[in-house]
């Protein structure tokens, strides 16, 4: 980050959510619940070497949610600001349009 205090700021935020684990009220919430969402369209956009978010979690997500579309990006990680991402991104935006 080019500024120090968003860092130290992005850093306290980030630290935060993971200590709360997302502040979801238990383990696999979202995977548990699935079916509270299953009727709404979904994209999965997973960065094959995202250390944050592991391929497993978006695999299990996936198992769960069959009628998501899973996309591996097979250059990223996390960043949003990777072009596999962005593209990815922009590729569920068009998609989402048209649902």
Excluded at 73 to 83: M, Q, R, T, V
């Amino acid at each position: 980050f080019a500024e120090p205090e968003f860092a130290v700021a992005f850093a306290r935020i980030e630290c935060w959510y993971f200590v709360n684990g997302g502040f979801f009220p238990e383990e696999d919430w979202i995977i548990k619940n699935i079916g509270r969402i299953r009727h709404i369209p979904g994209w999965i956009a997973q960065g094959r070497f995202d250390m944050v978010t592991p391929m497993s979690g978006a695999w299990a997500l996936h198992r769960a949610w069959p009628e998501a579309k899973l996309e591996v990006i097979p250059d990223a990680g996390h960043a949003s600001s990777e072009p596999g991402i962005v593209d990815s991104l922009i590729r569920a935006t068009d998609w989402a349009a048209g649902v």
